[in-house]
């Protein structure tokens, strides 16, 4: 009797307290019902029948087994064996909550494709394993069945329930395995684009909830209706093998899927909690109010607190560090106040944290559906929605944050963001990494105008070089009549990309020539929208002497992640916040004319991944590149990167050693590439020489002012004020060192060096002894 009661009063608890429990016991509830209803009708004897009130029945759920079985049968007939799989289903739907309608549908269409399809079916076998007999006739569709098939039979005859029964077959195959890209019409373009920020279905519930009764001063929590709670689920998006047919897309995505996860749950009862220790400690000093709602993400909770009238909104600001205290928390971001609401934000970082993965961001529905040329995840917001972002509507990002905060990551999920849905003919990069850390690991791929850039001196020349071209497409886009890229691919045969200058370090190039590299990024930031140039700055030193006056206020769109400071995020973001950050990815977005950042939780890409996208992107490039030179072009691609020698075939220049692992390689591959040692020498060195493809600027358009290529790129031969020297001597139509000492207020060795760079350079003509250098250069060339 003590365990009956006990049992009866677990269940009224269970359903009087709402419990998240009690969809778990009814759930166990009909898995149990559902295995004695199929033990009942497989051991069910026609016998019993007779015997069952006087008699121990045969059948193996007992009396009760043979009544189940017995009503069941009359009703269902042998279909009665799908009702345990429709119990488990319903069964499935309590614990998960969510089930595709379709399954649903596919059980309910199998019902009736059986309940046609058994009077025709022969059931001597089945029959006679239940004794069932001539009287057993009844038995196979049941009632229901067999009225059914009268029906049928009446109305549209036999001709008529087999086109049903294909009918509903096929509806079965469909809804196992969707077979409309066959022959289904192509998928219409979006007609509006697609907004940077997703609004969370959410956001509008609330006001009802924040509205204050004007007869209360003072509200207490426990008086208002239970916090609305908004608990954060993963986003499962079907399989991306299914959503993608282009080859492509799905190996790119295989290369990032993540296969074993941690699945993370907050229950709605620690959330409550959190908020009574949250009201409860304000109340300590004398801030009275009320939490309205909570939404928890990835990574953090938060909750909105609607504070009593006469509170001041600056006294629960300076609690800070008393919240974190009280909730064990480690680092609290308030918010004030919110957006649209006249409630105060709490962000409070979750126990266990969710990982952002860049896969989840590229198959979400916000990624694939989004318009625009240079399209880049940046992670999920604080509500687990994907957030997306525009290049070419920022123009220009600047990133900051310390080291392991989450910086590199994030340059290498916007590069694999662009690689996703660009080829070379779409976007170009020009990479420059004085660390030499992060982004050499792409050297391979075609995207690439030249070989990344790691010394800094060099980078500086290449600016130059970019500024030149900025100028060169303004005089192009004058001749077309257009004004930006878009209008210019628009009329043109040959259309030009984009162009993705990326800087990981910037810092190291302020240290080695701050003047010109302030100079040209602050020209670039200023003119190169327009053409299809676009600026991602990247520092782990947010210091005024780096991110200067002049470079911040050309760069709207910044990324701040967690930082040392508050300095520092005025620095980058001219506001507090940045020092609260949790590290990992955690970043305040700062969209372009925006006065407030976004949170975000910035999606994790591994440096392998990295690598493996690297490599692919390089493997159809060679492959096409060795097409006509070798008879295998894959197999000759496969053994390169084997080798992992693609770097020094891009880079043979700057590669230690190049010629020699080119060298290597051909002699241990001369037997498995079936070609001589100096045949594969030959046929590397033809990639060296052609890797990256072609570029109407880098040919028509010279490093500084039609400089020799080979002059280039020997920067340390180039001095600073070369520019200047050659605008000189053009409007003055002579060339002299004189000259230059007296413009440019420099020593005679240091003018003699300018004079000397602008004859290799073609500008002057040569020494003439006591007389002016005549000046070959003319208006054209500045």
């Not at 699945?263 to 409860?280: G, P, Q, R, Y």
């Not at 990982?355 to 989840?360: G, R």
């Not at 694939?368 to 972002?389: E, Q, V």
């Not at 760079?757 to 250098?773: D, F, M, W």
Request: net charge positive; hydrophobic share 45%; with cysteine.
């Amino acid at each position: 009797m003590a365990s009956i009661f006990i049992f009866l009063k677990s269940l009224i608890y269970l359903f009087q307290e709402k419990s998240d429990n009690r969809y778990g016991f009814i759930s166990i509830l009909l898995i149990i019902i559902s295995f004695f209803t199929l033990l009942s009708v497989f051991t069910f004897d026609i016998q019993d029948l007779n015997i069952i009130f006087s008699m121990t029945p045969h059948n193996a759920g007992g009396i009760l087994g043979v009544l189940i079985a017995k009503y069941i049968l009359l009703l269902f007939g042998f279909e009665s064996l799908f009702i345990p799989i429709i119990l488990i289903l319903i069964a499935y739907i309590l614990v998960k909550r969510n089930i595709n309608n379709r399954y649903i549908i596919l059980v309910f269409n199998v019902y009736i494709f059986l309940l046609i399809l058994l009077p025709f079916i022969d059931f001597k076998i089945i029959m006679k394993y239940f004794s069932l007999g001539k009287e057993g006739d009844f038995f196979i569709c049941g009632t229901i069945g067999n009225r059914c098939i009268h029906f049928l039979n009446n109305y549209l005859g036999n001709a008529g329930i087999i086109l049903m029964l294909l009918a509903i077959g096929i509806a079965m195959i469909y809804l196992i395995h969707p077979f409309d890209f066959y022959f289904g019409r192509k998928k219409r373009k979006p007609r509006e684009e697609i907004k940077v920020k997703p609004i969370p279905k959410d956001i509008a519930i609330k006001k009802k909830q924040i509205i204050e009764d004007k007869k209360e001063k003072i509200i207490e929590p426990e008086k208002h209706e239970k916090i609305k709670i908004n608990v954060h689920k993963a986003l499962i998006e079907s399989r991306f093998d299914e959503i993608y047919k282009d080859k492509f897309k799905k190996e790119f995505l295989s290369l990032l899927e993540v296969k074993d996860r941690e699945k993370i749950n907050i229950s709605s009862k620690d959330l409550e909690d959190k908020a009574e220790i949250l009201v409860n400690k304000l109340k300590e000093f004398n801030v009275n109010g009320r939490v309205s709602h909570i939404s928890t993400g990835p990574v953090i909770t938060m909750f909105e607190f609607i504070p009593a009238k006469g509170v001041k909104v600056s006294k629960i600001a300076n609690l800070n560090e008393d919240l974190s205290l009280a909730l064990k928390a480690e680092k609290i971001r308030m918010i004030v106040p919110l957006s649209g609401k006249s409630a105060i934000g709490i962000e409070v970082p979750n126990k266990k944290r969710e990982n952002v993965y860049l896969f989840d961001i590229l198959t979400s529905n916000i990624f694939r559906n989004a318009k625009g040329g240079l399209i880049k995840a940046l992670g999920k917001d604080t509500s687990g929605t994907p957030y997306i972002a525009n290049i070419t509507k920022m123009p220009h990002l600047l990133i900051a944050g310390t080291t392991g905060s989450g910086k590199s990551v994030c340059v290498n999920t916007i590069v694999a963001s662009l690689l996703y849905r660009s080829s070379p003919k779409d976007v170009r990069f020009i990479m420059i990494d004085p660390k030499r850390l992060e982004l050499p690991v792409y050297e391979g791929i075609p995207h690439l105008v030249r070989p990344v850039i790691t010394e800094s001196k060099e980078a500086v020349n290449v600016l130059k070089k970019i500024v030149g071209w900025m100028d060169f497409r303004y005089k192009q886009f004058a001749k077309v009549g257009v004004r930006d890229l878009d209008g210019y691919n628009e009329k043109a045969d040959i259309k030009k990309p984009y162009i993705v200058i990326l800087i990981d370090e910037l810092s190291d190039l302020i240290m080695t020539a701050p003047g010109d590299i302030e100079q040209n990024l602050t020209r670039l930031a200023q003119m190169s929208r327009a053409v299809g140039i676009h600026l991602i700055l990247a520092t782990q030193r947010p210091s005024v002497d780096v991110i200067t006056g002049l470079i911040k206020a050309n760069f709207p769109a910044r990324i701040a992640f967690q930082v040392a400071s508050k300095t520092d995020s005025r620095t980058i973001l001219d506001m507090n916040g940045a020092e609260k950050l949790l590290g990992r990815g955690d970043m305040l977005f700062l969209p372009p004319g925006k006065g407030k950042p976004v949170r975000l939780h910035g999606a994790y890409i591994s440096t392998g991944q990295a690598k493996r996208i690297s490599s692919m992107w390089a493997k159809m490039h060679l492959t096409k590149l060795l097409e006509g030179k070798v008879e295998n072009p894959k197999s000759f691609a496969n053994e390169i990167l084997n080798k992992d020698i693609v770097s020094a075939i891009a880079n043979r220049d700057g590669v230690p050693g190049a010629k020699e692992i080119i060298d290597n390689f051909a002699r241990s591959n001369v037997d498995k590439l079936n070609l001589s040692h100096e045949e594969i020498v030959t046929i590397i060195n033809s990639l060296s020489r052609n890797y990256y493809p072609y570029m109407e600027e880098n040919s028509e358009v010279s490093s500084i002012s039609n400089l020799p290529s080979n002059y280039i790129e020997k920067s340390d031969e180039l001095d600073d004020y070369f520019d200047t020297a050659k605008e000189i001597v053009i409007r003055h139509q002579t060339a002299s060192v004189s000259l230059l000492q007296r413009q440019l207020k420099i020593g005679y060795a240091r003018a003699g060096r300018l004079i000397d760079q602008l004859e290799k350079a073609g500008i002057v003509g040569p020494y003439v002894g006591s007389k002016s250098r005549e000046v070959l250069g003319n208006s054209d060339d500045l």
